[in-house]
């Protein structure tokens, strides 16, 4: 693969491909633009290069629709505020007044194109689209992580069509960061998985029982593997099909001398809601009636115990509902040890990412991921199509005019 630093890009074209699906209030403000604010470094190198910048990225899910309440123009007034220089906002992505915009810029403008999901081409990879995009640079820079795992046609199909292809610094960063932890961690190696689902995570799970030394699982995808080991859960949620693959985890695990960690206590409560009435109770206690929606205080303890002496961390997935208060302290005080650990710490997924700078503490933390489901699939040992496309991109020439 061919990195930005390595090309030619003195007053060309280059068409970015960014993930700037940054989350807005209802009134369309931005609320978090660490997804902006990652990708300065290869903006800057470009503009620094004399280069004509094309960005191109989606943000939200308009089902192939032009829907205004997904536009990219917050994110080009946001661009423009942290460039300290005009970013010129597109009305398409694609056709003539793209192109004649396109046409007339100098070197160091900066335009940003609109949402690539309005036309439905782009989720289907379809190479007509593709083709069109292409058109807009002399050389195309993929640097969306966080998109990297999807096959579509702004970070695969396109590569067919560029003259010149590579990565930018965002994407090598994280590659080289889960490369590391992936073939030569520092031990003891821990992993920390949590979230709703163990189906979201399984493949994960399976591929880091072979490499880690120490397994960590909170959030509502514990109460499969306390289920599978003949706990009463009460109405937390479970994952009854996936409780063999929980037993087969368990058993992996125990096979490998992996040390595997689950809560012993819960917060408990009859409803997901900030006035619901919650107990702490050990697992073994827990109501019939009533869910568990946090980890408790004795398992807050147990587990940075067994983070205490770690010099790796990866953790994906939050220990409870942490967006409401009462069921939230069980990720803040993970968050916490994680932070003050003397760790190799990567954090992965966007849940985790905003749980940690909700506790003031992302400062502390190593790597912070811009990508979750590129970054998990990463840990299952996938090959991500949009980095096999840059690889394929740079191993020859396929220009196709």
């Known amino acids: 693969m061919k990195f930005i630093d390595t090309l030619d890009l003195k007053g060309k074209r280059v068409l970015f491909r960014f993930d700037y699906n940054v989350p ?139 003259p010149e292809c590579g990565a930018g610094f965002l994407i090598k960063k994280e590659l080289n960061y889960f490369q590391k932890v992936i073939d030569n961690p520092p031990r003891p190696f821990v992993f920390i998985v949590g979230g709703s689902k163990v189906s979201d995570k399984l493949a994960a799970l399976s591929n880091l029982a072979t490499k880690v030394d120490k397994m960590i699982v909170g959030g509502g995808m514990a109460f499969t593997f306390l289920k599978a080991l003949g706990y009463s859960v009460g109405r937390s949620i479970v994952e009854d099909e996936l409780i063999p693959k929980a037993e087969e985890i368990l058993a992996m695990v125990k096979e490998r001398g992996v040390k595997f960690y689950l809560p012993i206590d819960v917060v408990i409560a009859e409803e997901k809601s900030a006035e619901a009435e919650t107990k702490i109770v050990p697992v073994q206690e827990m109501n019939s009636h009533w869910m568990g929606l946090d980890i408790g205080p004795a398992t807050i303890t147990l587990f940075a115990e067994a983070l205490a002496n770690a010099k790796t961390i990866v953790w994906n997935g939050p220990m409870g509902v942490f967006e409401i208060d009462a069921f939230g302290r069980g990720t803040a005080a993970l968050a916490h040890s994680v932070a003050n650990s003397y760790a190799l710490t990567i954090v992965g997924g966007g849940d985790t990412d905003v749980a940690i700078h909700k506790t003031g503490e992302s400062d502390k933390i190593t790597y912070i991921s811009t990508g979750g489901g590129a970054s998990l699939e990463l840990l299952e040992g996938k090959v991500l199509p949009g980095i096999a496309a840059l690889e394929e991109c740079g191993a020859a020439t396929r220009y196709q005019a």
């Open 24 to 162: 807005l209030d209802g009134s369309g403000n931005i609320t978090d633009d660490i997804r902006i604010r990652s990708t300065l470094p290869t903006i800057n190198y470009a503009l620094d290069e004399g280069a004509k910048l094309v960005i191109m990225s989606h943000l939200g899910r308009p089902k192939g629709k032009h829907d205004p309440k997904y536009s990219l123009a917050p994110v080009a007034k946001r661009l423009s505020r942290l460039l300290e220089k005009q970013v010129k906002m597109a009305g398409d992505c694609i056709g003539d007044d793209v192109r004649q915009l396109v046409a007339g810029m100098n070197p160091g403008d900066v335009v940003l194109l609109e949402n690539l999901r309005f036309h439905p081409e782009e989720e289907k990879n379809d190479e007509a689209f593709a083709r069109e995009l292409a058109t807009l640079g002399d050389v195309y820079i993929d640097d969306a992580f966080g998109n990297a795992h999807r096959s579509h046609a702004s970070n695969v199909a396109i590569t067919r069509f560029v």
